[in-house]
């Protein structure tokens, strides 16, 4: 067992809004994870991310980071879905720069589209991101948690067979809320464990950590563990018992706190 638990974002008990001091300070509360959030714009540059990604390797802190929220690959719109692959390149670049293994996605919306159609579309449009920019950064297809977003878990598992450099990021607040609270005991975290073991072969699993607020289907806001909808004390004894390897990120509104409690709990 193998895992490495960190936030989303900077620590909200480091000095500042400053990325370097965000990565010091996860080292200093004994974290090992820092996932960057691009999700409104790219806010380092190539020069900058290099000196993000030598901080952290130099104190061992692992970074990944998220693409923009503002990207939809299956939109109805020419310019919506060339303006994403264009974000995504971007995001690419500074994701190398910075040393991360992945980068993370929400892939888009049905868009009014048959969910094979809109499946069709994203999987082209990932293969035009990586001909624009070959690059050895996984895309991380992320579980989305609202009934119009392109993402349930066997959407995720079917994209991750059909392109080489997608893999699956789990986040089980959303799986929870679009399964209409479906993550219920510990088999529920070992049955998405051991189906994208047996389904992907794969070795480590990315997850995203938070309770969630949510009805008819579709998350609402984000929520402290204490809330216990899903239960991720349930997750620390899947992950425990059987020896899974992870990187658990935490973005739950207490970030660095919750992040704390759930390695306790391992
Ligand atoms: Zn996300």
């Not at 692959?85 to 995001?91: A, E, K, M, S």
């Not at 239960?231 to 059987?242: G, H, P, T, W």
Request: glycine share 6%.
């Amino acid at each position: 067992m193998d895992v490495n638990i960190g936030i989303s974002g900077i620590p909200a008990s480091s000095k500042g809004h400053d990325t370097l001091e965000g990565i010091r300070r996860i080292k200093e509360l004994g974290l090992g994870l820092m996932e960057i959030q691009f999700v409104r714009n790219i806010y380092l540059n190539l020069d900058s991310a290099k000196d993000v990604g030598s901080l952290a390797k130099k104190l061992r802190v692992e970074l990944t980071c998220h693409a923009s929220y503002y990207i939809n690959l299956a939109s109805v719109r020419d310019e919506v879905q060339k303006a994403s692959i264009g974000r995504l390149v971007d995001t690419l670049k500074i994701a190398e720069a910075l040393g991360s293994r992945l980068m993370v996605v929400h892939a888009g919306f049905y868009s009014q589209r048959p969910k094979d159609e809109a499946f069709s579309l994203i999987k082209a449009n990932i293969d035009e991101v990586y001909r624009q920019y070959p690059s050895k950064v996984m895309f991380g297809a992320e579980t989305m948690g609202k009934q119009k977003s392109f993402g349930s878990t066997d959407e995720i598992v079917s994209l991750c067979k059909a392109c080489d450099n997608v893999c699956p990021v789990i986040d089980f607040g959303h799986i929870h809320a679009r399964t209409f609270g479906g993550i219920k005991d510990k088999e529920d975290y070992t049955s998405v464990f051991e189906r994208l073991e047996n389904e992907l072969d794969l070795k480590r699993f990315h997850i995203h950590m938070s309770c969630m607020r949510h009805a008819n289907g579709n998350e609402i806001s984000h929520l402290p563990l204490s809330a216990k909808d899903p239960d991720f004390r349930f997750m620390a004894d899947s992950i425990r018992e059987n020896g899974y390897s992870c990187s658990v990120v935490c973005e739950s509104p207490l970030l660095e706190h919750d992040a704390l409690l759930f390695k306790s709990w391992l």
